[in-house]
């Protein structure tokens, strides 16, 4: 079955997100926590989520703008996505060699909203993987997607973050324990290895296609 490319673009933006945003670190961390704590867990489900798409956004309408100003950066840029998904493959599969775990304490006074939303805020734009992730790796994929097709792009890679945040927060108290199991992030950084070295042939023969 052969996908119509409004839902193949949705397809690659959705499988690109979702390799990106699966993985142990500090903001999914704080996202547990608020839903073990049961705690603003809609506030800060959703600033992460919008934070998402508009940095997915500056990323691509930023790429896509610089290819059109010098068409010859195209093939570069493709070439560079490609690089840096293979080398990202790479790194989850070495990872499933020797998974982690992502655990969060619910212990503790729940902070205030105002609170909550400063670190979260923190946690979301103090970190410089995620200009890496967002703005550079998911710009140089999406650009190539043709002018029309970048919306559903777009709108992929906001459904993966939205789910999986909203996973993490509501699903807390029944999730908690199959984080905690490395042998779960084995089976997560497999699919994430091979979900990106996938992405990263399809966008190096499309580089070298054109």
């Given at each position: 079955?052969?996908?119509?490319?409004?839902?193949?673009?949705?397809?690659?933006?959705?499988?690109?997100?979702?390799?990106?945003?699966?993985?142990?670190?500090?903001?999914?961390?704080?996202?547990?926590?608020?839903?073990?704590?049961?705690?603003?867990?809609?506030?800060?489900?959703?600033?992460c989520a919008?934070?998402?798409?508009?940095?997915?956004?500056?990323?691509?309408?930023?790429?896509?703008?610089?290819?059109?100003?010098?068409?010859?950066?195209?093939?570069?840029?493709?070439?560079?996505?490609?690089?840096?998904?293979?080398?990202?493959?790479?790194?989850?599969?070495?990872?499933?060699?020797?998974?982690?775990?992502?655990?969060?304490?619910?212990?503790?006074?729940?902070?205030?909203?105002?609170?909550?939303?400063?670190?979260?805020?923190?946690?979301?734009?103090?970190?410089?993987?995620?200009?890496?992730?967002?703005?550079?790796?998911?710009?140089?994929?999406?650009?190539?997607?043709?002018?029309?097709?970048?919306?559903?792009?777009?709108?992929?890679?906001?459904?993966a973050s939205?789910?999986?945040?909203?996973?993490?927060?509501?699903?807390?108290?029944?999730?908690?324990?199959?984080?905690?199991?490395?042998?779960?992030?084995?089976?997560?950084?497999?699919?994430?290895?091979?979900?990106?070295?996938?992405?990263?042939?399809?966008?190096?023969?499309?580089?070298?296609?054109?």
């Amino acid at each position: 079955m052969t996908l119509s490319p409004a839902l193949a673009a949705f397809a690659t933006g959705l499988a690109l997100s979702a390799s990106l945003i699966v993985a142990i670190g500090a903001q999914n961390a704080f996202v547990l926590r608020q839903g073990l704590q049961r705690a603003h867990v809609g506030l800060v489900v959703g600033f992460c989520a919008v934070a998402d798409l508009l940095l997915m956004a500056v990323g691509v309408l930023g790429v896509a703008s610089l290819v059109a100003a010098a068409p010859g950066l195209d093939r570069a840029v493709s070439l560079a996505g490609a690089a840096f998904l293979a080398g990202y493959g790479v790194l989850a599969l070495r990872r499933a060699a020797r998974p982690g775990a992502l655990s969060a304490a619910a212990a503790g006074r729940p902070a205030s909203r105002a609170q909550v939303l400063a670190q979260v805020a923190a946690f979301t734009f103090l970190n410089p993987h995620v200009y890496l992730d967002t703005v550079l790796l998911v710009g140089a994929v999406g650009a190539q997607q043709p002018a029309a097709l970048r919306g559903w792009f777009l709108a992929g890679g906001a459904a993966a973050s939205a789910a999986w945040f909203a996973l993490l927060g509501y699903g807390a108290r029944a999730l908690a324990g199959w984080f905690a199991r490395p042998a779960a992030w084995r089976v997560l950084d497999l699919l994430v290895g091979v979900t990106m070295l996938a992405l990263a042939a399809g966008l190096a023969a499309r580089a070298f296609a054109s």
